[in-house]
């Protein structure tokens, strides 16, 4: 199982990068309505599925998950803020420190040690992603440093809410655990899309709704899945490959410029990613 889950989370890592393509097609949605859209679609679905299976929506320690999906409105917002007032470098580079404090954080509060080689490779591709975005300017200018904070902030926030859902992850499916995740969301950004709603257009509400469906239930779908069976650290790492996807979309659909640095990044990230791949394997193999 811990082979499947290790290709699930890799397939949906790649998946997310489609994010910024849909995003950046919404022109007349703005930024808290399109977190309304990416909660809210994956509760409304997730919620069907439970009435139609038969599950309780809420059972167990489903107090813990909502603390959860506080944060991870928290995370969002903070996301969005880090992107409005700095720079793209200043934002990727400082929220994809996330990984390294989910290992931190597991460590802490899940017992979960980190082998010598895993962290070697998850320091080489963070290493990646500040070689990928080092031609990208990195300033600290005006309002750059609230930003930075609030990239910083959401990269705490999304490595608490990975560790949170990880403490509860072999108690519950793994859709049951996107409805958690995205809830109360759901309800906090509800006022910002009714104040909006009136200038969308029909083609962005399809957009944002593919956006929920994409990022909401395929990617965290296959991500919570792989929590059941690998550790926090080890799936976190594995979603690095978000960038090497986002990157590569960007080029194929807005022409946007592949710089040496990036394709350097790219490599380094990928490399790091396929050796961990072959590392879990080995390990199972061991294990079985």
């Not at 082998?115 to 080489?124: A, E, G, H």
């Not at 399809?206 to 929590?227: C, E, M, R, Y």
Request: no cysteine; glycine share 8%; hydrophobic share 55%.
């Amino acid at each position: 199982m811990k082979s499947k889950a290790t290709y699930g989370v890799v397939f949906g890592a790649l998946i997310a990068g489609t994010s910024g393509v849909i995003i950046k097609n919404i022109h007349t949605i703005d930024a808290t309505s399109i977190a309304w859209f990416r909660t809210t679609v994956p509760t409304a679905i997730v919620f069907i599925w439970m009435i139609i299976n038969g599950v309780k929506p809420f059972h167990g320690n489903y107090p813990k998950l909502l603390v959860g999906a506080l944060i991870n409105s928290i995370r969002i917002y903070l996301y969005l803020i880090a992107f409005i007032y700095t720079s793209i470098g200043n934002a990727v580079i400082l929220f994809y420190t996330w990984p390294i404090m989910v290992a931190i954080l597991g460590f802490l509060f899940l017992g979960e040690k980190v082998d010598k080689y895993q962290t070697f490779l998850l320091v080489l591709t963070f290493l990646g992603i500040v070689l990928a975005y080092s031609d990208k300017p990195f300033t600290f200018e005006n309002n750059d440093f609230l930003g930075m904070l609030a990239a910083l902030g959401a990269s705490l926030t999304n490595a608490a809410t990975v560790v949170l859902f990880k403490s509860e992850a072999k108690n519950y499916h793994s859709l049951e655990m996107v409805f958690y995740q995205n809830i109360l969301g759901a309800f906090i950004f509800m006022p910002f899309f009714i104040l909006g709603v009136g200038q969308a257009e029909i083609g962005d509400i399809g957009l944002g709704t593919l956006f929920g469906l994409i990022a909401g239930i395929v990617v965290f779908g296959l991500f919570f899945n792989s929590l059941k069976y690998l550790s926090a650290a080890t799936a976190s790492t594995l979603m690095y490959l978000e960038v090497v996807s986002a990157v590569l979309f960007g080029y194929l659909f807005f022409d946007e410029v592949l710089s040496l640095n990036m394709v350097l990044g790219g490599i380094l990230i990928m490399a790091s990613n396929l050796l961990l791949i072959r590392f879990n394997r080995k390990k199972s193999v061991q294990n079985v």
